[in-house]
């Protein structure tokens, strides 16, 4: 029944800033594990940003680590990803996931119990 969606995405020149959001949809989410992945044609899904259930703990793809901030607002129920500097090598569907249990973050896509349908962001040079 839990749903997340994401939003966010669009199109940008390389350097521009966006930031994506997932929202649940069907239940109420609060303080649960929370994944960033994203997905780019010809690809595997890879690992973005993983943030633990109070947002205290959060951990970072060595690809976009000092560019992209992951942070949830738990009065909220949202989840953020802050992508700074980007790069057309960012270019992907981006999914937000959500683990049904756990404090801390996990960074496999195995982990997770529940995915967005993704936004897409493209990054021109």
């Known amino acids: 029944q839990v749903q997340l969606v994401e939003s966010g995405g669009g199109l940008v020149q390389a350097g521009a800033s966006l930031r994506l959001s997932c929202a649940p949809s069907?239940?109420?989410?609060?303080?649960?594990?929370m994944g960033w992945f994203r997905q780019a044609p010809g690809k595997e899904r890879e690992f973005v940003a993983a943030i633990g259930w109070s947002g205290d703990n959060t951990y970072y793809a060595e690809s976009v680590k000092g560019r992209f901030t992951i942070s949830r607002d738990n009065a909220k129920k949202m989840v953020y990803l802050q992508m700074n500097s980007l790069e057309p090598e960012d270019t992907a569907v981006y999914y937000c996931?959500?683990?049904?249990?756990?404090?801390?973050?996990?960074?496999?896509?195995?982990?997770?119990?529940?995915w967005g349908q993704g936004t897409q962001v493209t990054v021109s040079s």
């Open positions: 996931a959500m683990r049904a249990s756990g404090t801390r973050y996990y960074t496999r896509a195995a982990e997770y119990n529940y």
């Open positions: 069907g239940r109420t989410f609060s303080n649960y594990p």
